[in-house]
């Protein structure tokens, strides 16, 4: 399984980006997808995420109302994270990983996640 990261870079304050990450070797359709971040020293924390079949989704409070995660099963095998109205809080490297279906609740686990990408960066000038 790959996880293929990507549309990280630097945006000032208030400003917007949306990153993918390109799936491979598993039948995606059938994974939730996640996002996670972290910051240097800190530990790595959930984001949001995806259920395999697009219809539910969830968000850490610290995004909730700013980020939106989407994902292309049809054609792309992509998962997306829209991130709008940035601030220097969100500032970390973001992580997409994948986990075979599991209970609501821990989608937001990292433990519940068994592929991960290899990181995009992300950050937020003030």
């Known amino acids: 399984v790959q996880l293929q990261a990507s549309g990280g870079g630097l945006v000032q304050a208030g400003g917007s980006l949306r990153l993918s990450c390109a799936a491979s070797g598993r039948t995606f359709r059938d994974y939730d997808m996640g996002w996670f971040r972290q910051v240097p020293g800190k530990e790595r924390e959930f984001v949001a995420a995806i259920r395999w079949s697009g219809g539910t989704t969830r968000y850490a409070d610290s995004v909730k109302g700013r980020f939106t995660i989407s994902r292309d099963n049809a054609n792309k095998n992509t998962v997306y994270l829209q991130m709008n109205s940035l601030n220097p809080d969100d500032t970390a490297v973001y992580y997409c990983?994948?986990?075979?279906?599991?209970?609501?609740?821990?989608?937001?686990?990292?433990?519940?996640?068994?592929?991960w990408g290899q990181g995009t960066l992300v950050t937020v000038s003030s």
């Open positions: 990983a994948t986990t075979p279906r599991v209970a609501l609740s821990a989608l937001m686990l990292l433990s519940s996640y068994d592929y």
